[in-house]
């Protein structure tokens, strides 16, 4: 079954320090990959999305993606949190072309500690 | 340009009372579909369409059903509420394959 895994449901950073959110996804072909944002009681805003141009993809507020096709990873980076990330992201895969559904990972909630 | 509208924002109902979720857009995407958000459980699909007319299961389909009578809209209905239905629902549509765009969900207790 096509699945999305985002490993830890739970990160938390220090404000200034690298933040790196992990998402894999169970394909052979190269599927649409997308990291989506949510913050406390809205709805869900695009990061960034990958769809086979460069396998390092940059999105808004610093954030950056890289595709791993070795690896079936689609891992979420910032090089500096702010205090302003704290939020819960999501891993969201589209297994095949044109409009179909999306497949998310269980997302990862983000705390940044002053 | 409101994008993708749901209504109500929050909702208490009562176990086996119906109500319909409503979702309208105004960019003309084919594309539209219906999601639950449950503690970590991520997003789970429930239903979409791909046009007017079209309509199809996701995820977790039971329970709910859908219709599509027009480009715009893309209700969800419940038939008959049950407290495993508690959580919170989100519209999103998208066109020629391109991101997603989400509304801002609705929240919906059952007692």
């Known amino acids: 079954a096509q699945s999305v895994t985002q490993l830890g449901s739970h990160v938390s950073v220090s404000e200034g320090a690298l933040v790196l959110l992990r998402c894999n996804y169970s394909?052979?072909?190269?599927?649409?990959l997308f990291w989506y944002v949510q913050y406390p009681n809205q709805g869900l805003q695009l990061l960034l999305k990958?769809?086979?141009?460069?396998?390092l993809v940059k999105g808004i507020n610093g954030f950056e993606a890289e595709f791993k096709k070795s690896e079936t990873s689609f891992h979420l980076t910032k090089p500096s949190a702010h205090m302003s990330d704290a939020a819960e992201y999501f891993c969201?895969?589209?297994?095949?072309?044109?409009?179909?559904?999306?497949?998310f990972g269980k997302g990862t909630r983000l705390s940044v500690i002053a | 340009n409101a994008g993708v509208t749901q209504t109500p924002k929050f909702q208490v109902l009562k176990t086996g009372q119906s109500m319909t979720l409503q979702c309208a857009q105004d960019?003309?995407?084919?594309?539209m579909s219906w999601y639950r958000q449950d503690p970590g459980m991520g997003l789970r699909l429930i239903h979409y369409?791909?046009?007017?007319?079209?309509?199809d299961q996701g995820e977790v389909p039971n329970g709910y059903n859908v219709s599509r009578s027009t480009t715009e809209d893309f209700p969800l209905r419940l038939l008959s509420a049950a407290p495993s239905q508690t959580s919170v629902y989100f519209c999103?549509?998208?066109?020629?394959?391109?991101?997603?765009?989400f509304g801002d969900g609705t929240r919906l207790s059952i007692l």
């Open positions: 990958y769809t086979s141009a460069a396998t």
């Open positions: 969201a895969v589209r297994f095949n072309s044109g409009n179909t559904p999306l497949v």
């Open positions: 999103a549509t998208a066109t020629g394959g391109q991101p997603q765009h």
């Open positions: 960019m003309n995407h084919e594309y």
């Open positions: 394909s052979s072909v190269p599927p649409y």
């Open positions: 369409s791909v046009g007017a007319g079209i309509t």
